[in-house]
């Protein structure tokens, strides 16, 4: 693994997408904003889902990912977090990798997930989708991938 003045959260200014946005809820860029008090919210669906478009292929060492942080915290869970090279936004992620399954609950006391990845993994897409095959919502306050700086 590089040392960690080689890497950085190359997420914030990227492109974000989601299934849906809840309302007058804030949209999938607020996930990336630097700001954890902030939150994309989605409405209530199956499976729902969120992406980032790197930009380019890049190297992750780490995924930082942060719920909302009040009583609503434990809906977090059966998350997929997926790896991919091409755009899918019809949330049919199954040409991605899978790095993890998340089965949760979240506790506000989790505070960040973190998963490392000690040689790193190599792609473009991030998604993160609820998988747990009823209605429920996806509320995330901060993602962030670090990578080697450019």
């Known amino acids: 693994m590089p040392s ?15 299934s849906s946005v809840y309302e007058d ?9 630097g700001n954890d008090n902030s939150l994309f919210h989605s409405k209530q669906e199956e499976r729902p889902w969120w992406m980032i478009d790197l ?10 990912i942060l719920s909302r942080q009040d009583r609503w915290a434990g809906r977090l ?7 991919g090279s091409s755009k899918q ?13 998340f089965k949760g609950p ?10 490392t990845f000690i040689h790193g993994v190599k792609g473009r897409y991030l998604s993160l989708q609820m998988v ?14 670090i990578a080697l700086r450019n």
Do not use: C, W
Not at 77 to 83: P, V
């Open 4 to 18: 960690p003045d080689m890497l950085h959260d190359i997420a914030p200014g990227k492109m974000t997408y989601a």
């Open 25 to 33: 809820a804030s949209g999938p860029e607020y996930v990336i904003d």
């Open 55 to 64: 930009g380019s292929e890049r190297v992750i060492y780490h995924i930082m």
């Open 77 to 83: 869970q059966d998350l997929e977090i997926r790896l």
């Open 89 to 101: 936004t019809t949330g049919d992620f199954s040409s991605y990798g899978l790095l993890y399954l």
């Open 106 to 115: 979240y506790r506000q006391e989790d505070g960040y997930l973190m998963y």
């Open 132 to 145: 747990k095959g009823q209605l429920d919502f996806l509320q995330l306050n901060t993602v962030k991938v």
